[in-house]
């Protein structure tokens, strides 16, 4: 049996501040237009594709940081992203900064399919950084400050436009939790995709990583909880600079034994494509990773009883 | 600061059915004597390291099962390796294949303190393979057929004679299950110690996987998961070929960034040796993986309260 589904990744290039929105949505439809043409039924964005990485900065205002917020989606700033999708027959993944009519603000994901109509939307739970900037920090990382907790859990949406598979979201960071993924493939996910925004100077790491150590961390969290969760993943980011503030890359598509099939060689605007069949998942789920067989939840209490670390005295 | 511990990890050659266990418990004294030559505080062992890997056949008698099994540990066979530990003044990690004065078989790790005492114990949880033979396959796993689940938790041990650092023991299998992981860490490991017998062929992974496969998904699991819970990781193989059937090798010392600082070249009886400062795990606990700051448990539900997976309609 195979369940084959061409996907392809898009990975951007940084948008700078001084960027205008239609400009970017114009490098965005061209991505679209490339892995349309190259026969792809979905395609992978990165988090927060239509503007810059904003949480780097401690906004002045809230009217400054209302410009990156999206009050609907799509909205007129991104409809034809969508209008051309649709036209298009393919399926997109995106990332956007949500600012809901209750005036709560989410990093937020969602899949739309490729008649145009919505699959599901996701909202970023493992947020990092902090609320307040970190004194004598050359960078910060203030998602905390400009975000609240994904309120929607670790949904999987079936997805019978997409070869019947089960899809689940990740944002960036979640992908460092093996919480996370587990609980997407307790909820049956074959493909798990992931945008990213990930610092290549300090934020969250420490001056010991290089931009090459993080771009390696990035690919093998991917690769080890895809292989631990059998599912295929892909990791989109938007990459290189952003106004002196560097990105990693490494966007790849990696398969449920843990192999990246495609990835990108630049830090620029570039389309990574595979043909993955969704039934390359039974081996490891019939077998190595049989949940039902081998795990054994009685003894995992302290993943769900407890929030930080205690040691022994 | 830095809390330094020298360590080992003694991969071993097969052990043969036909081996003698005075045999065995020469070449265990011989690599444990070259680990303290090399100024290690502790060396670990592989699973089930005084034996062959017997649960790949299915054995006619009790009896023939029973010369597996040690009764209690130390015990005749086994006291000399124990009692040169102590005249070394070296720790040990070693597996064995326990039965209980109550007739329970457990598939088990120790760890001892330089001077001889018993720093902790632990029984594998995640007991791969099943209990009738499969029908037709070439190699068989029947670890569920001869062991019980572990029935000790993942506990983790505060040692004062390692660098007051915080211990736990995975034991094979585990090590591919994230959540072991995650338990260990959020009880403070600083170290896992894992020994490991894994099938070159065949078993629980599929015909698609080679040798070269297995071993890197061996290193892919200990990476990650040493990077996503910020410790240190010695995983240890009994490697090589046992009357026919192949394991694979790959030992390796693992630094909390995920980096292999030490690792076996060959199948045989090979002994590698690392300085590890177990303050190395500070950066990760206190930036990226600070679990009391990031962690999201209310959404890790499924983790607990389910075993196998519900994929939606």
Same mark, same amino acid.
């Given at each position: ?6 996907? $392809? ?16 949505? $114009? ?46 989606? &799509? ?18 993944? *995106? ?15 969602? *899949? ?12 970023? *739970?493992?947020?990092?950084?902090? %609320?307040? &900037? ?57 493909? %798990? ?36 969760? $059998?599912?295929?993943? *892909? ?28 990835? $990108? ?45 205690? &040691?022994?005295?």
């Amino acid at each position: 049996m195979s369940r084959i589904l061409r996907v $392809a990744g898009a990975q951007m290039a940084g948008i700078q501040k001084s960027d205008t929105r239609p400009h970017t949505l $114009a490098r965005l439809i061209a991505l679209l237009e490339a892995a349309a043409a190259d026969r792809a039924s979905l395609v992978v964005f990165p988090e927060l594709a239509f503007t810059t990485f904003f949480p780097r900065w401690l906004l002045p205002t809230t009217q400054e940081l209302d410009t990156y917020f999206e009050r609907e989606m &799509p909205n007129p700033n991104t409809q034809p992203l969508f209008t051309r999708a649709r036209e298009l027959k393919i399926g997109l993944n *995106i990332g956007y900064a949500e600012l809901t009519p209750e005036g709560k603000r989410f990093n937020t994901s969602i *899949i739309t399919n490729p008649d145009g109509s919505l699959l599901g939307k996701y909202r970023k *739970i493992h947020l990092p950084g902090s %609320v307040e &900037p970190r004194p004598g920090a050359r960078f910060q990382q203030l998602e905390k400050r400009y975000f609240e907790y994904g309120d929607l859990g670790f949904p999987t949406f079936r997805a019978p436009h997409f070869a019947n598979g089960v899809l689940g979201m990740l944002i960036c960071n979640d992908r460092r939790w093996p919480e996370a993924w587990r609980v997407l493939a307790l909820r049956g996910a074959e493909l %798990v995709v992931i945008g990213y925004n990930s610092a290549a100077y300090d934020p969250n790491g420490g001056d010991s990583e290089t931009p090459a150590s993080r771009t390696e961390h990035s690919q093998l969290a991917a690769r080890a909880n895809a292989y631990m969760n $059998a599912t295929w993943a *892909i990791t989109v980011a938007k990459a290189g600079d952003e106004d002196g503030s560097g990105l990693i890359g490494g966007s790849c598509i990696v398969d449920p034994n843990g192999h990246i099939v495609a990835v $990108a060689k630049t830090l620029g605007d570039e389309l990574i494509t595979a043909d993955i069949d969704l039934d390359a998942c039974r081996q490891g789920r019939e077998k190595m990773f049989n949940f039902a067989q081998h795990r054994r939840p009685q003894w995992y209490g302290p993943i769900t009883s407890q929030i930080g670390a205690e &040691p022994p005295k």
